[in-house]
């Protein structure tokens, strides 16, 4: 079970977007995740008119490595590390290490 999933809200906590918080869009298998609107790279893209592919310089999201995110804790207003657990009728679920607050509902 992973610690981070697509939809979560996280912060980054390393790098040149220190502190930046935004929604994961993907988890790649190499523990990295593609969050919105961070670690965004300038590409300089080359016209195709076969394909309907403007040129000129494009913006996107580069992928992070997933030790660099922490979750959003909106409740502690802070990033939070995240713990597994398994309920009595054997869910697990993901919480919140600092306040034991059940992340999945």
Do not use: C, T
């Amino acid at each position: 079970m992973n610690r981070i999933r697509q939809g979560d809200e996280v912060v980054v906590i390393a790098g040149k977007d220190k502190g930046r918080r935004g929604s994961v869009i993907r988890v790649y298998d190499d523990e990295r995740v593609l969050v919105e609107g961070v670690n965004v790279a300038r590409k300089h893209q080359k016209p195709n008119p076969n394909a309907g592919v403007a040129g000129g310089i494009i913006e996107k999201e580069m992928p992070i490595d997933v030790s660099n995110v922490m979750v959003w804790n909106a409740s502690a207003g802070r990033g939070d590390r995240i713990g597994i657990r398994q309920l009595a009728d054997g869910k697990r679920v993901r919480y919140f290490k600092s306040n034991d607050e059940v992340l999945d509902a």
